[in-house]
């Protein structure tokens, strides 16, 4: 079973602070994943990454995929309450139809 | 905008009972997926299906069995519902080979407290 670890598992910070949150493996996945969840919500994609090195924006977040494909970070400019939420990442088997889930990040951003 | 429903926000059974979650999608995928989540564990996967009337193991499948009786349609039945259970379970479903563009899409959940 591939795992994926993130940390933090936890982050509570002041609006218009930067964060950088981490996702981990030992294991090669052929794409990654980043979801949202917000609470009584499930998790709604954000975005996707293939390449090895790849960097996607989204507005103040930026999603980046470590050269090995073993690896991401989400990093958040000057984050705001709306952005309050649990982030996971996710990593796609090779056969294009099953994602493991890490454990995610609990951000709370307070005004 | 595509959906994916399950048909309660919040259960309270008794342990002992036998439950059913129902998850119904209206966007034609193939692939669908329960989950349970739990604080400090994650997403654990309990039982997939990529067809009708297919249905293969999780990582979590002990206590729980499910049904696939049309391609909209999935349902997680608790046989016999204990308190290790309560949990919040989420329905997903995800285009065949696809998941790479569009990622899977989760329903609201359903808060399952057993008592």
Same mark, same amino acid.
């Given at each position: 079973t591939q795992l994926l670890e993130q940390s933090p598992q936890f982050l509570s910070i002041q609006e218009g602070e930067n964060l950088t949150v981490y996702c981990n493996s030992s294991s090669v996945f052929s794409s990654l994943q980043w979801y949202r969840q917000e609470p009584g919500e499930g998790p709604v994609l954000l975005v996707t990454v293939v390449t090895g090195g790849e960097v996607k924006k989204l507005k103040r977040l930026t999603f980046q995929f470590g050269d090995a494909r073993k690896d991401s970070s989400l990093h958040i400019t000057a984050?705001?309450?709306? /952005?309050t939420g649990l982030y996971l990442c996710a990593g796609e088997d090779n056969a294009g139809n099953m994602l493991t889930f890490g454990g995610g990040t609990r951000l709370m951003v307070k005004p | 905008d595509v959906k994916v429903t399950q048909s309660s926000r919040y259960l309270v059974k008794r342990t002992g009972e036998k439950v059913f979650l129902e998850c119904v999608q /209206?966007? /034609?995928?193939e692939n669908m997926f329960w989950y349970r989540q739990d604080p400090g564990l994650g997403l654990r996967l309990i039982y997939f299906s990529y067809d009708v009337k297919m249905k293969e193991k999780g990582d979590i499948p002990e206590g729980y069995s499910v049904s696939r009786e049309k391609k909209e349609r999935f349902s997680l039945i608790l046989e016999s519902a204990s308190t290790n259970q309560t949990s919040m379970y989420l329905c997903a479903s995800s285009l065949d080979g696809r998941t790479i563009n569009y990622g899977y899409t989760f329903g609201s959940g359903t808060r399952l407290t057993v008592v």
């Open positions: 984050a705001q309450p709306g /952005d | /209206d966007m /034609d995928h």
